[in-house]
């Protein structure tokens, strides 16, 4: 039995937590907590899981800022787990009890995550966060890494052969069908039911946050209507900035900026996509990436720079000229430079964008390095 402890549950994460609980024969009990009200996180319904779940109490301090987790009930109402994995963030506070917890008892504790602050390099942070966070990986018998630079990093303070790699994900197989059922329909038949009418189309998804800054990718749709008119902006989430965006759009004079509301069922977020020529988070980038690549978009951000944008560890996806661009920290004429370039070399960038997707983001590759992490540290038992 596994137990593995998530601050709440994503509806993208359950395809990957089933799979898992296949390869373990139905041995994975997964253990969380619910999101804070007006999290803009889509709730998921217990009743449709195939795997075992336990609902804890979440006690959140200033908005998102830190999270504990009453850790210990699961362990009150069953036996003893082989191991536990625990997702490991800076924000939550019960991820120190939990791993002097299980050492008490002989658990192995396996950590899944980041690998620090995505501010800050944990190998060479003088930060306290980081330090206390160094001697936590060093201390946990596995590391399951989201990606292949985070296992680099990490390999510079811990021995690398607890280190797994589990690139995060979604379910790409399913997004891939949905795109290939749209291919059937054809993208202009597509655009007329959705009441798109312009030539091309800039997508963002995610939620309307500030660190998304979505207002610097209006400013950059406006220079790009300004050389191709004939192009339309849409807007896939929610947020608390989303009224603000609107108002903003609207006083900029933009038309054509269809802003849509989180949509969380992929077969109603697929044919806006597909309707995309590209995806633009100048902002923070995450799975947003993996997203795009399904549908064959190229993504386009902005380099990191002292002030941000603080990127998840899905941004290593995005080759430089291939799959995305990288483009200059707050160079609005940049960036719409590079969306035309991509409306002009469509199909380059589609090519790169779904061969990349096959050969290195499938939720069977995400799985076995999370697998490989748990046979490591139930090795010596055998």
Known sequence: MIFLFQRFLTHYQ??????????????????????????????????????????????????????????WE????????????????????SLFPLYFYCKVRRIPFILWGHGGSRKRSVSKSLNMKDIIHRWMIRKADAYICYTDGIKGELSKITKPEKLFVARNTLDTETLFLIRSDLEREGKE????????????????IGRLLADKKVDFLIDVYGL??????????????????????????????????????????????????????VMVMPGCVGLSVNHAFCFGLAVLTQKSGKNGPFHGPEVEYIEDGKTG???????????????????????????????????????ETMVAGMKEAIDFVLKPKR
């Not at 597509?190 to 189309?201: A, E, N, S, T, V």
């Not at 902006?233 to 609107?246: C, F, K, N, T």
């Open 14 to 71: 359950l395809p990957i937590f089933r799979k898992l609980n296949d390869i373990l024969r139905d041995s994975l009990i997964l253990i969380h907590g619910q999101p804070r009200n007006e999290s803009y996180f889509f709730n998921v319904s217990e009743e449709t899981l195939s795997f075992k779940t336990l609902q804890v109490k979440n006690t959140w301090f200033k908005g998102e800022t830190a999270v504990w987790q009453n850790f």
């Open 224 to 277: 790009v209507k300004q050389r191709f008119p004939d192009t339309g902006l849409l807007m896939i989430g929610d947020g608390p900035a989303r009224v603000a965006l609107v108002d903003y759009a609207s006083g900029q004079g933009l038309e054509d900026v269809h802003f849509l509301g989180g949509i969380a069922d992929w077969e109603q977020s697929g044919p806006y996509l597909f309707a995309s020529n």
């Open 325 to 363: 661009f990288f483009c200059k920290n707050e160079d609005q004429n940049e960036m719409a430079d590079k969306i035309i370039e991509v409306f002009e070399n469509q199909s380059y960038f589609k090519e790169k964008t779904l061969n990349y997707c096959k050969r290195n983001l499938s939720i």
């Open 189 to 204: 038949a597509i655009k007329k039911r959705l009441g798109l009418d312009r030539q091309h189309y800039i997508c963002f």
């Open 74 to 93: 699961p362990f009150k109402g069953c036996e003893q787990p082989d191991a536990v994995i625990m997702e490991q963030s800076p924000r939550i506070l």
